[in-house]
């Protein structure tokens, strides 16, 4: 399961007024995250408050305030530590295809994320609806920072197939259009676009960003294709 609701347990760092550092801290602080989750779910964007949270957690209004200084701080360590266990999908994706192509890396990974988090599809919309979508924390932000991470990588290891000068831009429009259309896809789940034909279609799209234009041309041209032997295309000489 997707930490939305997590068994791997994240803990988000960037998002708490200070780190828990014994375990009951840390399990009041997953008790919060946890608690908001359910909030959301349960009551929507409107019902989600502090106050609610606390409640539903257990614990007093005082003892969230040690960790989160309002609703924002809450949304924004649920992203962070569903990011942190998406990270570890997306690690182990790429690392299990690390030789390969970065289209098949891009494949496994995007496969294995989005299939552990299409259950929680409700739950990213309510999200999305109460947190900021381009917040300095937010969830395309730091997805951002991953994806572009992995795709340098990617790119560094074999420079004779994809642009190291792709400028920023590229790679921006590109990675960002990754995450809109994902999220996007996610959460309306449209009937006449299957998951596979979603990945199929940002692959190419990433691939065609980043890989070299010769190398493309090369695989267009009609010289690349293979040609039909002398032998069998020539014209028989006429008997004398």
Do not use: C
Not at 51 to 65: C, D, F, K, T
Not at 77 to 104: K, N, Q, W, Y
Not at 197 to 218: F, K, N, P, S, T
């Amino acid at each position: 399961m997707l930490a939305f609701y997590s068994h791997m347990r994240a803990l988000p760092r960037n998002s708490l007024l200070k780190l828990p550092q014994q375990a009951r801290s840390i399990e009041t602080v997953h008790a919060v995250l946890d608690a908001g989750m359910k909030v959301l779910v349960e009551e929507g964007a409107i019902g989600f408050n502090t106050n609610r949270v606390a409640e539903v957690a257990g614990i007093s209004p005082g003892s969230l305030y040690q960790y989160f200084a309002n609703g924002d701080m809450i949304l924004a360590a649920m992203i962070e530590r569903g990011v942190l266990d998406a990270e570890e999908l997306f690690r182990a994706a790429f690392a299990s295809t690390h030789d390969r192509p970065i289209d098949e890396m891009l494949r496994a990974a995007l496969t294995v994320v989005l299939v552990h988090m299409e259950p929680y599809a409700h739950v990213v919309a309510q999200i999305l609806e109460a947190a900021p979508l381009l917040a300095r924390n937010g969830i395309t932000t730091v997805l951002e920072t991953r994806i572009l991470d992995a795709v340098r990588e990617a790119m560094i290891r074999e420079p004779e197939r994809y642009r190291i000068s792709t400028n920023s831009a590229t790679l921006y429009i590109a990675v960002n259009g990754v995450l809109f259309v994902g999220l996007k896809w996610l959460v309306e789940r449209p009937p006449h676009l299957s998951r596979e034909a979603l990945i199929d279609g940002i692959v190419e799209m990433v691939r065609g960003a980043i890989e070299g234009e010769d190398r493309r041309a090369r695989a267009a041209s009609p010289g690349a294709r293979k040609q039909p032997s002398r032998r069998a295309t020539s014209t028989p000489r006429r008997a004398r």
